[in-house]
Nanobody, 114 residues
Framework: QVQVVESGGGLVPPGGSLRLSCVAS????????MRWYRRAPGKEVEFVAS????????TYADSVKGRFTISRDNAKNMVYLQMNSLKPEDTAMYYC???????WGQGTQVTVSS
């Protein structure tokens, strides 16, 4: 059974940092791309970042490029999203996705506000 669980969200002031974590199980983690998505209130789901199975290739949305970094630890079945220089427009529910069928977790809320 594929399972993906995100954590690490919270309230942070503009300019602050957060690191999101995601643990996956139920599939051979190192073989799959993993991705972060987000959904802001009243908006469509937005792709944020992806990382290849070996962790060599990464891709970012233009809106986060240079501020966010995706990484993974295949020994722990974990993927991370380091978010720096956060802006109010980064406020959203963040989801981790991957594995067969691109399964998502329940999400973790990130709120950027003073």
């Amino acid at each position: 059974q594929v399972q993906v669980v995100e954590s690490g969200g919270g309230l942070v002031p503009p300019g602050g940092s957060l690191r999101l974590s995601c643990v996956a199980s139920g599939f051979t983690f190192s073989l799959y791309f993993m991705r972060w998505y987000r959904r802001a209130p009243g908006k469509e789901v937005e792709f944020v970042a992806s990382i290849s199975g070996p962790g060599i290739s990464t891709t970012y949305a233009d809106s986060v490029k240079g501020r966010f970094t995706i990484s993974r630890d295949n020994a722990k079945n974990m993927v991370y999203l380091q978010m720096n220089s956060l802006k109010p427009e980064d406020t959203a529910m963040y989801y981790c996705g991957g594995g067969p069928g691109d399964s998502w977790g329940q999400g973790t809320q990130v709120t950027v506000s003073s």
